[in-house]
């Protein structure tokens, strides 16, 4: 039910400790830990997690002669044969009711280091299988909401701005990503112009997400959930025809 306690992870992609994205995960944590929910934070530069796939993903080949991510996945997933780093993510994403991720917009997009947690921890099997996306995706029963900080101020990203609105500017994250995946993805939250706004906003803006993050963790679930097995449901080599 939405009064219960819920498993929260948040995903932070950025360098600084003393950045405004730190600031927003610091925030969004505290107050959704008052709250009774239960946060853990994934700090992705911290960590040191590596962005770049390859056969390091895995303590185990498939097949030692050709290098097939998908399939190299799958084994792991029916193997246990993750690289440490990678099941520890998966461990906290698939206990996770709702999922944060939180980064600024570089280029266009989300840092590499993001880029390629999604790419190595999202992995075929774990978080996607053939036939299974969207409304009957892996993570239905889950949310998830990007937090986003811009360099940008928000006339930049108006309909006629030069960026464009940043819902298209996202939709590779959040609709063929996570919403891919089965999660009801919630609008993001945008801090617009970081560099170039006052201490008084910023202030703002934290108690703005604050309360965003406190009100999704407060829903009921939304319909579905996730298999026990994900990957009984793709016949045994289906994955390995690409």
Not at 13 to 20: G, L, Q, V
Request: aromatic letters at 10%; one cysteine or more.
């Amino acid at each position: 039910m939405g009064g219960t306690a819920k498993s929260v992870l948040i995903v932070t992609a950025h360098p600084e400790p003393a950045s405004f994205n730190q600031a927003l995960s610091t925030r969004a944590a505290s107050a959704l830990r008052a709250a009774g929910h239960q946060v853990v934070l994934s700090d992705l530069c911290a960590e040191g997690f590596d962005p770049a796939a390859g056969w390091h993903d895995f303590t185990a080949a498939a097949d030692p002669d050709r290098f097939h991510y998908q399939s190299e996945q799958a084994n792991a997933c029916r193997n246990a044969g993750f690289a440490p780093e990678i099941a520890r993510e998966q461990a906290r994403l698939e206990a996770a009711d709702l999922l944060i991720l939180q980064f600024p917009l570089w280029w266009g997009g989300p840092p590499a280091i993001l880029k390629g947690w999604i790419d190595r921890v999202m992995a075929y099997g774990f978080a996607y299988v053939d036939g299974a996306r969207f409304g009957t995706g892996l993570f239905r029963g889950r949310r998830a909401v990007l937090s986003v900080t811009t360099g940008g101020t928000p006339a930049r990203f108006a309909p006629d701005g030069v960026y464009g609105p940043i819902d298209a500017i996202l939709r590779p994250i959040s609709r063929l990503a996570l919403d891919y995946m089965g999660f009801e993805v919630a609008p993001p939250f945008v801090s617009h112009g970081v560099p170039r706004i006052s201490a008084e906003d910023r202030a703002a803006l934290l108690e703005a997400w604050a309360a965003k993050v406190t009100a999704l963790a407060a829903l009921d679930p939304p319909p579905g959930e996730r298999p026990a097995d994900p990957l009984s449901l793709v016949p045994e080599g289906a994955w390995s025809r690409a």
